[in-house]
């Protein structure tokens, strides 16, 4: 088989049926199946795939999970049972259009120095806001990581089975996507594309987790959070210790008396402060690592259909 195209997915019964619609059309002269994922949704998503699949099951292939595991796990269990030549991953929103597909398989066709072909979100259609907060988070990753993570960069992308496999073999449960792509290696060939509005439903990738994600990014990636936690405690002691010199300095040679009930409280609050900070920041790389040592399952199989049809 040529291509598999995974749609990892929560809760899109109004985008399904369209999806599937012009995936079909989108990729009718090449050789594919489709793997939809479903993470737990708690609409009728798999009642609309287990109606897709029973009318098409010679390209359709479902994977449902037993509880919303996130697109991180949706995309592993995807990955690891792609058996095609190509891999693509794209979202079932309709704001990835499917044409594209083609184009990256063309070009990976014709240029075998490549590996893997990203698109690249041009932002054309967000509000300046947004477009600056995501490239602050990606310029940020790039600098704290020190790995390219390429501004835009989605995971619609194709790719190489050596590259899937290079995805399939790290086992951390903590899995953030744009660092794994850009860690493993490879040629990448990053393509421009402009998203589409949503079709139907809402994003539930609201503000309060895209911070999360980058949070999670950046902590699952470099340790400079705590580098900068020591840096910071260095300097501070450093510079109380020289206002304690100065301070017995004053008291015992002018013998003035230092007012301070005010200074002592802004000093006090200002330290307390920047510890709980540190503490923090030390607290969610122990949380990471306590998830990691569990070594729970990254997400649960709830029921596969397609995976007994041999349609590769």
């Excluded at 300046?128 to 989605?154: C, D, N, P, R, W």
């Excluded at 539930?204 to 910071?232: C, D, M, R, W």
């Excluded at 307390?272 to 900070?277: E, F, K, T, V």
């Excluded at 540190?278 to 690592?289: C, S």
Aim: charged share 25%.
């Amino acid at each position: 088989m040529k291509l598999n195209v995974i749609i990892p997915l929560y809760n899109e019964e109004g985008n399904l049926e369209d999806l599937y619609d012009s995936l079909t059309t989108s990729l009718k002269d090449i050789k594919y199946y489709l793997t939809f994922v479903d993470d737990g949704s708690t609409d009728k998503s798999f009642s609309i795939l287990r109606k897709i699949y029973t009318k098409n099951k010679n390209t359709v292939k479902v994977i449902s999970f037993s509880r919303n595991f996130g697109k991180e796990a949706a995309m592993l269990a995807g990955l690891k049972n792609s058996k095609a030549k190509y891999t693509c991953i794209i979202d079932a929103d309709l704001q990835q259009d499917p044409k594209y597909i083609i184009d990256m398989v063309k070009f990976l066709d014709e240029n075998l120095e490549f590996d893997e072909v990203a698109m690249v979100n041009d932002y054309a259609k967000e509000k300046e806001s947004q477009k600056f907060l995501k490239k602050t988070f990606y310029k940020i990753m790039e600098k704290s990581t020190g790995q390219h993570v390429k501004s835009g960069a989605s995971d619609f992308r194709l790719m190489r089975s050596d590259v899937v496999d290079a995805l399939i073999s790290i086992q951390e449960v903590n899995r953030f996507s744009k660092g794994l792509f850009s860690w493993v290696g490879f040629n990448t060939y990053y393509m421009e594309y402009s998203a589409n509005e949503r079709h139907s439903g809402e994003s539930k990738f609201n503000l309060k987790k895209q911070l999360n994600y980058a949070k999670e990014g950046i902590i699952s990636f470099s340790t400079k959070p705590l580098k900068i936690a020591t840096v910071l405690g260095t300097f501070i002691s450093m510079i109380s210790f020289i206002y304690f010199l100065v301070v017995l300095f004053e008291t015992l040679i002018f013998g003035k008396d230092i007012p301070g009930y005010a200074s002592l409280m802004c000093v006090v609050l200002l330290l307390g402060g920047i510890q709980l900070i540190v503490l923090g920041i030390i607290g969610e790389y122990i949380a990471n690592t306590y998830l990691e040592v569990k070594k729970r399952p990254i997400y649960i199989t709830k029921e596969k259909l397609g995976f007994d049809d041999n349609i590769l």
